[in-house]
C-alpha cells in the first residue's frame, strides 16, 4: 500500500467524518478525529514493537498488561468511578480475557504460540473493554431512570439485588447487542478483522474461518463473563444515582 495515498485518504475520512458530527451537533466532535490521531500514532509505535516482541513469551505477556492497564483506564474514565474500583474493573477484564484464552489453548484449537495468544488476547480484551463499558453506562443510566420503580421495591422490602432485576437484565442486554449482532451477521454483513487479516496472512479460507469462529465464541464468552461480573459487583449500588451518566 502507498503510504502517501494511506494519508490522503484517512485525511478526507477525517474530515468528513468531523464535518458530519459537527454539523449534526454532536458533542465533543474533536473526538473522532483526535481517535484516528491516536490510533495513527499507536499503530505506529505498535507496528515497530511488535517486530521485535511477536516471538517473546515475556514481551508479549507484559504487551498483554498494558493492554489490560490502558483498557482499565478508558473504562474507568468512562464510568466515572472512584480509585477504589478501578483494581475491580481490571479484575473483571483480567478474568473475561483469561477464561476464553485458557479455553481456546487448553483444547488446542490455535496453537499456543506467542503470536497468537498476542493476537486472541487482544482482541478479547479490547471487545471486553468495549461490553464493560457498554454494561456499566447501561446499568448506571436504567437504575437512574427506574428510581422511583426501584424505591417502590424497596419500601416493599425487597432486597436492593431484587429492586434492581429490570435494569440489571436491561443493561446486561443492551452491553452484549453489538458483540451478538457482529456474530450474527459474520459472513452475511461484515468480514471481521481474524477473518480478513488471516487470509492476508496466507491461511486457507477454511482456517481463516475456523480462526474467526474461534475469536468470535471467545469474544462472546468475554462478554458473557463481563456482564455476569458487572451485575454482581454493580448492581445493587447502596445509593441510587439521581441523574443517568451522560
Known sequence: MDIARTVLTVAL????????????????AWLQPWAILRAVVQLGVLSVLLSGIVSDPVW???????????????????????????PL???????????????????QAIDFTPRYVLATGGIIIGNAMTVTT??????????A???????????????????????????????LIPSTD???TTGIVTLPGAFVGAIFGGASPLDAAQFQVLVLAAVLAAGAIVVGATSIFFGAPRTLPLLPVD
Open 134 to 143: 457498554l454494561a456499566g453506562r447501561s446499568l448506571q443510566s436504567a437504575i
Open 13 to 28: 475520512l477525517v474530515a468528513v467524518t468531523y464535518a458530519l458530527v459537527r454539523a449534526v451537533g454532536v458533542q465533543h
Open 182 to 184: 457482529q456474530a450474527r
Open 60 to 86: 508479549v505477556a507484559v504487551f498483554l498488561g498494558v493492554m489490560v492497564v490502558a483498557a482499565t483506564a478508558v473504562v474507568a474514565s468512562r464510568l466515572r468511578i472512584g480509585p477504589g474500583r478501578v
Open 145 to 175: 431512570g427506574q428510581r422511583d420503580e426501584i424505591e417502590g421495591w424497596l419500601a416493599l422490602g425487597a432486597t436492593p439485588r431484587r429492586a434492581t432485576r429490570r435494569a440489571v437484565r436491561s443493561a446486561s442486554s443492551t452491553a
Open 89 to 107: 474493573i481490571a479484575l473483571i477484564l483480567v478474568t473475561a480475557a483469561a477464561v476464553p484464552l485458557l479455553l481456546v489453548f487448553a483444547t
